[in-house]
């Protein structure tokens, strides 16, 4: 099946079947009040999905109902509860091995019962997209948002986009299928929210028409086999590598992960075209830069404001896909930069990490404002961790 | 059915073994059968399992028994048997452990949706680790689910990849790595359990009596097909945990079956099943009976 052939034609809900660039840049749009679980529902309802499975957990729990709701109204072909997050994530797997499009849907404790099958998806190139409400993952139980789950789904092998607003989680989740499958990438992607800050508030988006839908994925466009007996299979190989020598495990097993992570960078020229550069930049030329992803930019924004009005002027990094790290970006970016903050809703502060590995003169990366467990970033928190530190550095830098 | 063509420009470029799964595939053949295991080596040739291991009889055993074997798939597990399955010539799965009634809903439900005028199988082969201990919340779900796959468990009574822990299926009192003190719980009595949780038809047996696997497999897979979740437990004994030569197995097996033994064969056909299986057997013997009419 030539999938740019159906382009033009109506799948069996009268929708009708469009190029992505038309989704997402020339459809009308018309704005709707919606909340980010209500953003799932319209994205899928858009996104020609054929298999969804579904397990409970806040904040994600209402999006995965509402994917239900889709499969009863007949624009998702199956849908089911599963067992455990482990299960449903190999269940996804099956489903994709047989050459669906798949959607699913997880959170926190979730993501991390779920991780086994993370490496595995990526390692069998099965283009899944998981959206990941992100939530605390830790003991004493927290059910907030806290992106220490995304820290951890780092080197998996997945693509990772984080989105800042309902809108552009909308924009995330049709943009994800196409890039995660394309023949020179074909590895799943995360698309990650902030847990309630995205899913659970109401925000103004654009929707472009019900009555239009994604290309439906082409199982045959993979660069592995789509496991159906539809080609013809062969007996693999004489001696299973895992057993046979440690010399070719290893050759195997090393090109076969670095093909993985090279199909991750691959998705570079998709992602541009489809949700336009990696990063976004506001006054780059600023001698301090906050640089971070999610709702951290957003309230990021804020605290730019704030010091304004004292005369301190900041920019912003606001980063959107996590995997692949935009590491030439950033660096043009934060050329000028003096100082560089990174706010993040984790105790672990693991952006500021990846930053830090990747740029020159790293001793500007200032690893904080952190907020774990669920806090809003206020701020005004924000604030004062500039303020802090240019009063400790004031000959150093003029804002 | 249309035969795998290798185009001609190619043929001689194409490996032997790809030249010879093209031109001697037993693919389409109706009542393949455990007697063609000793002609038709295309769907299994070498095992890199150790010598005289009985899974290794029982794997052929299986594959040639697969009425449909051009449309299935098959999905295993972690654990001796997935050093195997990199030699089968039908699409197969490995992905974890114990995850593989789950890999193999998602994956029946896709091809049912995908080819909704063709016939595909799925059928799962793993080990007793895979199947009751780690993986059994997956096995069972699956079965309450309904999902119409068939379930094959190679019961070898421990876990043999990692060499020899205790198994949930492993005998009371048989001291293995992990029950240093002799296993403290009876043999988890899965033929009973999946055939409370849904299953429509449940062998248990050893692989010493081809014949009968053969019959069990069809069954299984046919019920599977048409009705829902089917399950079969074989007796593959770890020869080299249990301390056998290679030549020991058969008889491991045969002691192992008597009356009142571990694995008397057992099997239990739900009355939807029944009906369906003797609707089966009445037209393969009418067929029977039409070529024997027209050769006379
Ligand atoms: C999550 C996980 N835990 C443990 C293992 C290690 N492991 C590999 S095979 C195996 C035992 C397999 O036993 P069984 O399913 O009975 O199959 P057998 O090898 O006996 O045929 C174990 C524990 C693993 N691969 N993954
Ligand atoms: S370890 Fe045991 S079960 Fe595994 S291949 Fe050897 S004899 Fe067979």
Redesign the pocket.
């Known amino acids: 099946m030539d999938t740019k052939s159906l382009v033009g034609t109506y799948n069996k809900k009268g929708q009708k079947i469009v190029e992505p660039e038309y989704m997402l840049f020339e459809a009308p749009r018309t704005q709707e009040f919606m909340t980010g679980s209500e953003v799932v529902k319209e994205g899928i309802r858009r996104a020609s999905v054929d298999v969804s499975i579904a397990y409970p957990i806040t904040p994600q729990s209402e999006a995965a109902a509402l994917v239900g709701e889709l499969y009863v109204e007949g624009y998702v072909g199956e849908y089911f509860r599963g067992e455990n997050e482990f299960a449903v994530m190999s269940e996804c797997a099956g489903a994709s091995f047989g050459g669906a499009r798949v959607f699913t849907t997880t959170s926190g404790p979730g993501t991390l019962r779920a991780y086994?099958n993370f490496p595995m998806w990526a390692g069998s190139r099965l283009p899944i997209l998981i959206n990941v409400m992100v939530r605390g993952v830790n003991s004493p139980l927290s059910i907030q948002p806290d992106t220490l789950e995304m820290g951890m789904i780092l080197e998996t092998g997945m693509l990772i986009w984080h989105a800042e607003t309902a809108q552009e989680f909308l924009d995330f989740l049709l943009a994800g299928f196409i890039v995660a499958e394309e023949p020179d990438v074909h590895i799943p992607i995360a698309v990650c929210i902030d847990g309630f800050f995205v899913s659970h508030t109401k925000d103004m988006v654009m929707l472009p028409p019900a009555d239009i839908t994604l290309t439906p994925y082409d199982p045959y466009r993979s660069p592995v086999p789509c496991m159906d007996m539809e080609v013809p299979p062969i007996r693999m190989m004489r001696d299973p590598f895992v057993m046979k020598s440690n010399y070719i495990s290893y050759a195997t097993h090393a090109s076969w992960q670095q093909e993985v992570r090279a199909a991750c960078e691959r998705s570079r020229k998709h992602t541009i075209r489809l949700i336009g550069g990696l990063i976004e930049e506001e006054r780059t030329d600023a001698d301090i830069l906050i640089v971070s992803s999610g709702t951290a930019v957003a309230q990021g924004r804020e605290a730019v404001r704030l010091l304004a009005d004292e005369g301190i002027r900041v920019g912003i990094v606001k980063i959107k896909t996590i995997r692949p790290f935009p590491h030439e970006e950033l660096r043009q970016a934060t050329k000028n930069a003096k100082l560089i903050f990174v706010p993040e809703f984790n105790v672990a502060g693991w952006m500021a990490r990846e930053i830090k590995a990747i740029l020159p003169d790293n001793e500007r990366v200032i690893a904080g404002p952190h907020v774990c467990g669920g806090m809003t970033m206020p701020p005004e928190v924000i604030v004062k961790e500039i303020k802090k530190v240019l009063a400790g550095r004031k000959e150093a830098v003029h804002g | 059915m249309d035969k795998i063509k290798i185009n001609d420009e190619f043929f001689d470029i194409m490996p032997p073994e790809y030249q010879e799964l093209v031109e001697e595939a037993t693919y389409g053949k109706e009542d393949r059968g455990w007697k063609d295991v000793g002609v038709a080596k295309e769907l299994i040739e070498e095992h890199s399992l150790c010598a005289g291991c009985p899974?290794s009889i029982a794997f052929r055993y299986v594959l040639a028994c697969l009425p449909n074997p051009q449309d299935t798939v098959m999905v295993g597990?972690?654990?001796?048997?997935?050093l195997v399955f990199p030699h089968v010539a039908i699409h197969n799965i490995h992905s974890?452990?114990?995850n593989q009634n789950a890999v193999a809903s998602g994956l029946k439900r896709t091809l049912a949706l995908r080819f909704p005028d063709k016939v595909k199988d799925v059928v799962v082969l793993?080990?007793?680790?895979?199947?009751v201990?780690?993986g059994l919340d997956m096995t069972l779900q699956s079965w309450f689910r309904q999902e119409k796959f068939t379930t094959i468990c190679?019961d070898?009574e421990?876990?043999?990849?990692?060499g020899g822990?205790e198994?949930g299926l492993m005998q009371k009192g048989f001291v293995g790595k992990m029950a240093p003190a002799g296993k403290k719980f009876d043999k988890v009595p899965l033929p009973e359990i999946a055939r409370d949780s849904g299953c429509h038809y449940v062998a248990m047996m050893t692989v010493s009596k081809p014949n009968r696997v053969e019959k069990a497999i069809r069954n299984a897979i046919l019920v599977a097909r048409e009705i829902g979740p089917t399950y079969i437990q074989l007796y593959t004994p770890?020869i080299l945990e249990i301390g056998k030569q290679m030549m020991e197995g058969l008889q491991e097996m045969r002691d192992s079956e008597g009356p009142g033994k571990r694995f008397e064969f057992k099997e239990y056909i739900s009355d939807e099943a029944k009906v369906f299986l003797d609707e089966v057997d009445a037209e393969r013997k009418a067929k029977k009976k039409a070529l024997r009419a027209a050769r006379a």
């Open positions: 086994e | 899974e597990s972690t654990g001796c048997t997935s974890l452990f114990g793993a080990g007793d680790g895979a199947t201990d780690i190679f070898n421990l876990y043999a990849n990692t822990q198994s770890c």
